[in-house]
């Protein structure tokens, strides 16, 4: 039940398009869901987040949609360029210090191509 | 602002041997978190640590250990090596604790043969 299910589990993409990768969560105790990218060689970094009490956050050209009601939540990448090639991890959080945690998603790798 | 630091980057130990992984946090943050990377299984928590006490472990058993000192630095052990135990090993530093930013180190890429 405190698993977070990611798919899918390779993207491959042209430059310009949309890239879209899911995750999907039974527990209805996490509120924090956060993004992170990883370039090859390099530890994740934090793209972007949301918690539960908004449906739609965007960032440039990324966007976390959330739906509460599925316990589903997507990360889109419009335009996608290869700079954006990368392993992507969704999250998602609950609990307060010093029990909360933080589970990852099994990571989607993105290839965008010229 | 420096970033976490994780070494040694790569090692090779064989079956039945111990390793011990270091990580120096960002300046400042008190919480270090690690985590295991293997493809196809994602990022899997390995324990938390915040002003030298564990806060929160994970399913992992007990050859992996780890401790926090007084300046922040985190160490993570383990010991008596598997071919299993060969994966990526991320340490995270940040602020608050996993509901905060998470920095992540480079990772220590440990192979077990």
């Known amino acids: 039940q405190q698993q977070v299910k990611q798919s899918p589990q390779s993207l491959i993409v042209q430059k310009g398009g949309i890239s879209i990768i899911n995750c999907a969560y039974e527990?209805?105790?996490?509120?924090?869901f956060p993004w992170y990218q990883q370039f090859p060689g390099k530890g994740p970094a934090l793209l972007i987040a949301?918690?539960?009490?908004?449906s739609e956050k965007k960032e440039g050209r990324f966007t976390i949609s959330f739906n509460k009601s599925a316990k589903q939540f997507s990360l889109h990448i419009m335009d996608s360029q290869p700079g954006d090639s990368a392993t992507y991890f969704c999250?998602?959080?609950?609990?307060?210090?010093?029990?909360?945690?933080?589970?990852f998603g099994t990571g989607t790798r993105l290839q965008v191509f010229p | 602002k420096a970033g976490v630091t994780q070494t040694p980057r790569y090692l090779i130990k064989t079956r039945g041997q111990q390793v011990t992984l270091s990580c120096s946090p960002i300046?400042?943050?008190?919480?270090v978190s690690w985590y295991q990377q293997t493809p196809g299984q994602g990022l899997q928590f390995l324990f938390e640590?915040?002003?030298?006490?564990?806060?929160n472990k994970g399913n992992f058993p007990g050859r992996f250990s780890g401790r926090q000192f007084s300046n922040s630095r985190s160490e993570m052990n383990v010991s008596t090596l598997e071919l299993g135990d060969s994966a990526l090993y991320l340490c995270?530093?940040?602020?608050?604790?996993?509901?905060?930013?998470?920095?992540f180190g480079e990772g220590s890429r440990l192979t077990v043969l």
């Open positions: 995270a530093s940040s602020f608050r604790g996993p509901r905060g930013e998470l920095f």
């Open positions: 527990n209805t105790a996490f509120d924090y």
């Open positions: 949301i918690r539960p009490d908004v």
């Open positions: 999250a998602a959080s609950m609990g307060t210090p010093p029990t909360d945690k933080l589970i």
């Open positions: 300046s400042g943050h008190r919480s």
């Open positions: 640590y915040f002003s030298e006490t564990q806060r």
